[in-house]
């Protein structure tokens, strides 16, 4: 088995994926935008081959640089878990002949606008959605639908430039930020009241072989907009209660409708008056190293599961829902310098038996931006095997710790 990777390097999260796909014994080959050089040991520990791309989006580049990777054997398989690259990925199997994941169904993975028609003609509950290229577009838009509304790139793939809109007034100051000039396109939604969260799969040739089920408190546009809040993510050990029941349901049909398979997926999901509405879904591995909280909570090697999924192999274990898992991020009171933190002896003395892993900051150490993610300035990582005793740790330690700036 000869695999070609892209991006292999992005994060000490992508090594996971690599070492998931050595243990098969698989030949791994990469393609990323570091030189040789710069590639990390954990990247350069289980890579057999290697060649820097300077534009990764390039398609001519990146063929050629997979063409003479595969000199001597052809790819079995072609994987990236960067949202960005799925895209590539798919048009380099079809210029190859490797099978997976078309450009087709990529494409309707990445276009936010695209996806939900789709999936709307075929009964997935949606938010009213539509792409524009104008204001007089988006003001139309308004007028039909009301506000609030969401305005977002058309394939983004977190919440940083995402923007929820209250008024008619608010969205004429937006406007200039928007750069709607014709050309561009954006994607415009009705705003989901409700609870938010995420559904993950790995998905084998038959269906999906495995899934998982997240909470986020609060909303991810919400936790992103305002510094003091501490957000957390909640990963549920109850996913076969019947309260998800609709949701896997749901999630199943979306699976099905746009192909996916040999693939892992990550699907955003909302519950409000409105009941259940899908989000959007990826067609790669959630970020944030979400998945090594799921290795944690369910003590089996999902990377290695991942693995069997795309290379069409038999499954060889199931997650034990033994435990949940958790992420909590404290932010800084402001940019600037880290000046120290409050409340972390107590945090320790209290539920240092349900912290796993967690980062604190020296002092003198330069704040990270928000933006960065929440692996980024002060955080926490636990487990437990109840729901609720989870969600008062990390309510407790989001009260109790706090980092200061200068």
């Known amino acids: 088995m000869h695999i070609l990777f892209l991006a292999p390097d992005t994060h000490a999260y992508n090594h996971s994926f690599l070492q998931g796909l050595k243990s098969l014994g698989a030949r791994v080959s990469a393609v990323g935008p570091g030189s040789v050089e710069q590639l990390s040991k954990g990247a350069r520990g289980v890579l057999d081959a290697y060649r820097s791309c300077r534009n990764v989006l390039d398609a001519d580049e990146l063929l050629m ?27 380099l199997r079809e ?11 990529a494409r309707l993975c990445r276009d936010k606008v695209a996806m939900k028609e789709f999936l709307r003609a075929r009964g997935v509950p949606c938010a009213a959605s539509t792409g524009v290229h104008s204001m007089a ?27 929820r809109v209250d008024d008619m007034a608010a ?35 038959e269906g999906v072989r495995h899934d998982f089920v997240g909470h986020y408190y609060p909303g991810c546009l919400e936790a992103n907009r305002t510094r003091w809040i501490s957000p957390q993510i909640a990963i549920s050990n109850r996913i076969e ?13 979306v699976t099905d409708a746009l192909g996916l398979r040999g693939t892992a997926t990550h699907m955003e999901w909302f519950m409000g008056p409105k009941g259940l509405r899908f989000g ?37 274990e199931r997650p ?11 932010r800084p009171d402001k940019d600037g310098i880290i000046a120290g933190h409050t409340g972390v002896r107590a945090a320790f003395a209290r539920y240092g038996s349900y912290i796993y892993e967690y980062a604190l900051p020296e002092e003198g150490a330069p704040t990270q931006g928000l933006d960065r993610g929440w692996l ?8 437990h095997p109840s729901f609720d005793e989870l969600r008062g740790a990390m309510s407790a330690i989001g009260e109790g710790v706090k980092t200061r700036t200068k």
């Open 376 to 383: 980024c300035n002060t955080w926490f990582r636990l487990e």
């Open 241 to 253: 209660d019947d309260i998800y029941r609709e949701l896997r349901a749901v999630a199943g049909l």
């Open 65 to 91: 640089h997979a063409r003479a990777l595969a000199a001597d054997e052809p790819f079995s398989q072609i994987e990236t878990i960067d949202e960005p690259l799925v895209e590539a990925a798919a048009a």
């Open 137 to 163: 577009e988006l003001v139309e838009f308004a007028a039909v639908e009301g506000f609030p509304l969401i305005v977002k790139p058309v394939d983004g793939f977190n919440a940083n430039d995402t923007h």
């Open 320 to 330: 034990s829902r033994r435990l949940c898992a958790g992420s909590i991020q404290i």
């Open 280 to 316: 959007e879904i990826g067609a790669r591995p959630a970020g944030e190293k979400i998945w090594d909280m799921y290795r944690r909570a369910n003590d089996f090697d999902v990377f290695r599961e991942w693995a069997l999924a795309v290379l069409g192999l038999p499954s060889e």
């Open 171 to 205: 969205l004429q100051a937006l406007a200039p930020k928007l750069g709607l000039d014709g050309h561009r396109r954006l994607a415009v939604e009705e705003f989901i009241e409700g609870h938010e969260g995420f559904y993950d799969t790995i998905v084998g040739p």
């Open 95 to 105: 210029a190859l002949g490797v099978p997976g994941l078309s450009t087709a169904t």
